[in-house]
Structures are given as C-alpha cells and as structure tokens.
C-alpha cells in the first residue's frame, strides 16, 4: 500500500488553511524568540510536551486572532 509523504497530507479543514497574505516583518528580537522557540521544539522529545505545547500555540494564535479582529473592529467604529 502506498502511502504520501507527510510534507503531503492535507490535515487541515478548509477553514483551517492559511490565506496568503502579505508578509508581516519581524523584529530582530522577534526573530531571534521565534528561532529559540523553533529550537525548543526541534529538541522536545516527549509526546506529551509537544501536546502541551501544541495548545499553548494554539490559545495563543486564537488570542492574536481576537485581538487583532477587536482592533479592526475598534478602528472601524464598530468596537
């Protein structure tokens, strides 16, 4: 049975799937967490650190996301 690569499973609802959009430009100091976090991750061995880690990620880009919609929202006069 064949089977596709990982890098080539679609898991992602097609709610989930990102939306191409302009690229937002980091920080020095933003770029450097961000590597240091990558790292963490590439080091992290434990299932169930990832887990954890996972749903923090996850809250984290939700809260972004809310905020980012309350800021436009604000600026819009709708808020």
């Not at 191409?20 to 299932?47: C, K, W």
């Amino acid at each position: 049975m064949a089977t596709e690569p990982l890098e080539q499973i679609d898991t992602l609802a097609p709610s989930h799937r990102r939306i191409p959009m302009a690229a937002i430009e980091l920080s020095f100091s933003q770029t450097f967490e961000l590597e240091r976090m990558r790292r963490e991750i590439e080091g992290t061995q434990d299932p169930a650190q990832l887990r954890a880690l996972s749903k923090e990620l996850l809250q984290a880009w939700f809260s972004e996301k809310a905020s980012t919609q309350q800021a436009i929202r604000e600026q819009l006069g709708h808020g």
